[in-house]
């Protein structure tokens, strides 16, 4: 369990489990949560205050910023009902943050920070970069290129896997590092080109085949699928080109469909285009680095 999601736990009224070392009860003379914080902030849970245990939920919230305590508001999920939001973290390189404010349900929590779902997946990508040595800076606000492709990683990363297996009759291994990766258009700019996730077939000998899932940051609503050098199509996801055309969100069994046929279209595209060129087919085939 998370620390929002902990203290989303007392501001829901779930008792807290008892301690030896812990006080169920607060004494009467407890200062409000207002005061404890330095007035900063007003005091969203009156009701759950009097209940909680002092020392560890006001020890959980100053290991907060300001905006990732939970306030009465309206959840950026439409249609949900939650009226305890908690801000997104995010802050793009330029200093500007995200203004949407999610629920427990619908947030996602990065390194004990809250995240809307898509900044979550920007924010988790950037942290395991940084924990491989690869310091990148956040992309802009309304960059939706690096959380498309990892969204559609994810989607593809079982069936791709499978699928060059199966064309390689298992005589090669399958590299699948689920890393995702910024390339750059060229070595002066300041912030990558296009975000990518690889598979790659390989031998004894190296590399033969590489399949690579592409957004590039001049058109982030299109994933583009390239095996090797060739292009083997870009295009635009479903939900993408509904939330476009100013449409309103299918039902949600219709978004399921629309979702899988879109994966299994980009699926048999590479299968397709390995049929007609088999990875090693020829003596000395090989993928250039």
């Known amino acids: 369990m998370g620390l929002l999601d902990r203290i989303q736990q007392h501001a829901d009224g779930a008792a807290p489990r008892a301690s030896a070392d812990r006080p169920t009860a607060v ?100 942290r395991l970069a940084a924990a491989r040595g690869h310091q990148m800076e956040a ?63 390989t031998e004894p000998a190296g590399p033969v085949m590489r399949a690579t899932l592409r957004v590039e940051a001049s058109r982030p609503e299109t994933v583009v699928w390239v095996v090797d050098h060739t292009v083997l199509g870009a295009a635009i996801p479903p939900w993408i080109r509904h939330r476009m055309a100013g449409e309103p969100e299918p039902a949600p069994e219709v978004d399921a469909v629309e979702r899988a046929t879109f994966r299994e279209e980009l699926v048999a595209g590479l299968v397709a285009h390995i049929e007609a060129h088999p990875p090693g087919a020829a003596a000395g085939e090989g993928v250039s680095g």
Do not use: K
């Open 139 to 201: 992309p802009d606000l309304r960059d939706r290129s690096l959380s498309l492709l990892r969204w559609m990683s994810q989607e593809l990363d079982g069936p791709v896997s499978d699928c060059l297996y199966r064309c390689s009759r298992g005589r090669l291994n399958v590299l699948d590092d689920p890393q995702v990766i910024h390339v750059r258009a060229d070595r002066t700019r300041s912030l990558p080109a296009a975000w990518e996730r690889v598979w790659t077939l």
């Open 27 to 126: 004494p009467a003379t407890q200062p409000s949560l207002a005061a404890r914080m330095g007035g900063a902030l007003a005091n969203p849970w009156p009701a759950w205050e009097a209940a909680a245990p002092v020392d560890h939920v006001t020890a959980a919230l100053r290991q907060l910023p300001v905006s990732a305590v939970p306030t009465q508001g309206t959840c950026v999920v439409a249609g949900c009902p939650a009226t305890l939001v908690v801000a997104c973290s995010y802050e793009d390189r330029r200093g500007e943050r995200c203004a949407a404010a999610t629920c427990a349900q619908h947030r996602r929590e990065v390194a004990d920070r809250p995240y809307c779902r898509r900044h979550g997946a920007v924010a988790e990508t950037l």
